[in-house]
T-cell receptor, first 113, second 112 residues
Framework: GAGVSQTPSNKVTEKGKYVELRCDPI?????LYWYRQSLGQGPEFLIY????????DSGLPNDRFFAVRPEGSVSTLKIQRTERGDSAVYLC???????????FGPGTRLTVT | SQQGEEDPQALSIQEGENATMNCSYK?????LQWYRQNSGRGLVHLIL?????REKHSGRLRVTLDTSKKSSSLLITASRAADTASYFC????????????FGKGMKLTVNP
């Protein structure tokens, strides 16, 4: 079956703009995760959804970041008033349930100029 | 930080040799997962090992877990040039949510 997909693959935006990043998890996976990865580092956790609700949003760096998963499938990560420090690869992962393998999408490379 | 740490940070070997990567972590875990990443994009899941398991195999991969030492190792046997990538261990800590905490990764280069 299809893996996790993310759109767009690349996004270039100007400082101060709003962006939305989309994640389509593997069909039937109830858990969805967002991470971001800076160059030379491992991925860092942002937020975890179990179904429609955010079970853990402790990794969101500030209130400019917000994520939704209204129907328990597709998720959107929203970043307001982007800053150059937000530039990174944003990765989405899904798993069939908690405590199972997390499968990652190809990521969205966000560049804030 | 509860970050896992891979050791060594970089390894260069010849095709056909075995490669061993180690991961240490700090607190009790539910499971530990190993991933491979090419060119800084998507991570490919390799193996998940649970806290009550000591060893798992998948093809040319062998993972061990020593919870008393809070460490894991990933062995790739008979390496190929295509194994060239960055490898990460990621831990799901007990008492937390299901988030994974990643190390900084280890760069493996397999020379033809």
């Amino acid at each position: 079956g299809a893996g996790v997909s993310q759109t767009p693959s690349n996004k270039v935006t100007e400082k101060g703009k709003y962006v939305e990043l989309r994640c389509d998890p593997i069909s039937g996976h109830t858990a969805l995760y967002w991470y971001r990865q800076s160059l030379g580092q491992g991925p860092e956790f942002l937020i975890y959804f179990q179904g429609t609700g955010a079970a853990d949003d402790s990794g969101l760096p500030n209130d400019r970041f917000f994520a939704v998963r209204p129907e328990g499938s597709v998720s959107t990560l929203k970043i307001q008033r982007t800053e150059r420090g937000d530039s990174a690869v944003y990765l989405c992962a899904s798993s069939r349930a908690a405590d199972y393998e997390q499968y990652f999408g190809p990521g969205t490379r966000l560049t804030v100029t | 930080s509860q970050q896992g740490e891979e050791d060594p940070q970089a390894l260069s070997i010849q095709e056909g040799e075995n490669a061993t990567m180690n991961c240490s972590y700090k607190t009790s875990i539910n499971n530990l997962q190993w991933y491979r990443q090419n060119s800084g994009r998507g991570l490919v899941h390799l193996i998940l090992i649970r806290s009550n398991e000591r060893e798992k195999h998948s093809g040319r991969l062998r993972v061990t877990l020593d919870t008393s030492k809070k460490s894991s190792s990933l062995l790739i046997t008979a390496s190929r040039a295509a194994d060239t990538a960055s490898y990460f261990c990621a831990t799901d800590y007990q008492g937390g949510s299901e988030k994974l905490v990643f190390g900084k990764g280890m760069k493996l280069t397999v020379n033809p």
